[in-house]
């Protein structure tokens, strides 16, 4: 049986599957040849998974909330057959040490023992923007096994963590009140790549100080009509409203409890929805065309670069950073000087 | 290819409570540059077994303080061997009687260590029995 074969069981009870499929996706993030042959086998496969992004600062409960979401999915509404679910949770890696505590299974403990759930925790291994290099890859592992819905859980406190939004078809932002987030919520970046806000942790003091702030922070983007009383009478607001083109998406802010389950099906519910909403529009096709390019295209720098490295001459190399070092050139020039030096095209 | 990492997957099995002692472990194996899968507490032997699978891990360290590791350990190596992952290596912390030792080393634990290791030499230990290499 080939690998492609033996993962493509591992959704269902086949343990030997599930253990291809472990192997297979640690000798992804370790860059294992053979990793990168299975993945060329398997890339025919994918492309029908829902891939969902869960982003927001540390203590939000995201975790927690990942857990109930995939507990949904597993035990739907009588009638409905349950989808199998694929979690990757990344944390970050220690920039002194290389290591890395990955916690994030703590919070799921009511997906033990499904067979139709497999959670993968991965450090960040020196990756910059909240995923790791190879979670891309990992989630096209899921995808080709057949898991028909994979949680991409990561740490997003600032404006660089923005990969999950390229990666994920939906990204949820969570937040939770007291965290002054309200004026964090005013900070471009992680709230605008958001399909949906989650306020979770909702029975605490705060939540609607932070509903507002992110109303108020997506209302700057596309303002809302509204009406004012006036003297006990209705009037329109003669404020600009942009028109509502049919087609577009308004991000919703939700709240949630996580830990009581409170609001979960509603959070499932906008997440379907979303999925619909990109199907219906074309959106699901540019956007997974978007993100292969960005693949393509960073795999076509990195073989670039690794090809000149390997063709730079090193002395020649040296005497340049030397001259660069003294400020006898710029970095322009130098850079101009290695490229043209080891016989690439300026 | 990068550089080998080393995962281990820290758990505590049973109702034993107490799990400071597993945390220093979990930090001490992350500041040694290894990856490290926190379960918490009152973990199942089948859901250690099961995220040993899914994590691919190449080390578990169990944390018992209730006596009740001849009951737990066995059924963890059991589970192990079942799931086709013998290759894992078991250590064993908390409080372990010295008359266990020995029966406990006989199943496949690797390494016990009660209160006052040190926690570099659970790191040495847990890397020699990875890379079959010492460190010193």
């Given amino acids: 049986m080939s690998i492609a074969e033996s993962i493509r069981m591992a959704t269902g009870d086949s343990p030997g599957g599930r253990l291809a499929l472990a192997r297979l996706l640690s000798q992804i ?13 398997l890339f025919p ?32 509404p009588t009638g409905e057959a349950p989808r199998s679910v694929a979690v990757v949770a990344v944390d970050p890696s220690s920039p002194f040490t290389g290591g890395a505590i990955l916690g994030d299974r703590v919070r799921m403990r009511d997906l033990a023992g499904d067979p139709g759930v497999f959670i993968r925790s991965m450090a960040a291994r020196g990756s910059l923007g909240g995923l790791a290099r190879a ?43 007291g965290l002054g987030d309200e004026v964090q919520a005013i900070k471009a970046g992680i709230l605008e790549i958001a399909d949906i806000l989650v306020v979770n942790k ?39 409203t942009k028109p509502e083109v049919p087609g577009t998406w308004t991000t919703p802010i939700l709240r949630t409890v996580a830990t009581e ?7 499932l519910e906008a997440i379907v929805r979303h999925r619909a909403h990109l199907e219906t529009t074309g959106e ?63 | 290819m990068s550089e080998r ?16 002692g597993a945390k220093v472990v979990a930090r001490a194996l992350r500041d040694a540059g290894m990856e490290v899968i926190y379960t918490g507490l009152r973990q199942t032997p089948e859901m250690i077994a099961e995220a040993a699978l899914q994590e691919d891990v190449d080390v578990i360290g169990l944390s018992i303080l209730s006596g009740a590791h001849m009951a737990l350990v066995p059924r963890v190596l059991d589970l192990l061997k079942a799931s086709g992952l013998e290759h894992v290596r078991v250590f064993l912390g908390g409080i372990i009687p010295d008359e266990d030792v020995p029966r406990l080393k006989e199943m496949g634990v690797v390494g016990i260590y009660g209160p006052g290791t040190l926690t570099k030499d659970i790191i040495e230990d847990v890397r020699r029995a990875v890379l079959g290499v010492s460190t010193s």
Wanted: hydrophobic share 40%; proline share 5%.
């Fill in chain 1, 284 to 346: 699901w096709q540019r956007r997974d065309r978007a993100r292969l390019q960005a693949e393509l295209e960073a795999l076509v720098a990195q073989r670039l670069f690794e090809g000149w490295r390997r063709r730079v001459a090193p002395a020649y190399y040296r005497e340049i950073l030397d001259r660069l070092a003294r400020r006898a050139i710029s970095p322009h020039q130098a850079a101009e000087a290695v490229l043209v030096g080891s016989g690439e095209a300026a």
């Fill in chain 1, 261 to 267: 389950g409170d609001g979960v099906p509603e959070l």
């Fill in chain 1, 29 to 41: 993030e370790d860059d294992d040849p053979r990793g990168l042959e299975a993945l060329n086998d």
């Fill in chain 1, 202 to 240: 909702a029975d605490r003091p705060g939540v609607e100080n932070t509903v507002r702030a992110l109303k108020g922070m997506l209302e700057l983007g596309a303002p809302q009509p509204r009406t004012f009383r006036h003297h006990g009478a209705l009037l329109e607001s003669l404020l600009e």
């Fill in chain 1, 135 to 177: 979670t891309a890859s990992v989630t096209q592992v899921f995808d080709a096994a057949g898991f028909e819905v994979i949680f991409i859980e990561t740490v997003g406190a600032g404006q660089a963590e923005v990969d999950i939004a390229q990666l994920a078809h939906t990204t949820i932002v969570v937040e939770a009140p």
């Fill in chain 2, 5 to 20: 990492k080393i995962r281990v997957l820290v758990a505590k099995p049973g109702l034993d409570g107490h799990d400071r």
């Fill in chain 1, 45 to 76: 496969y994918t492309g029908r998974a829902h891939l969902v992004g869960v982003t927001g600062a540390p203590g939000t409960g995201k975790s927690s909330l990942v857990n109930r979401l995939v507990y949904h999915y597993r035990h739907p």
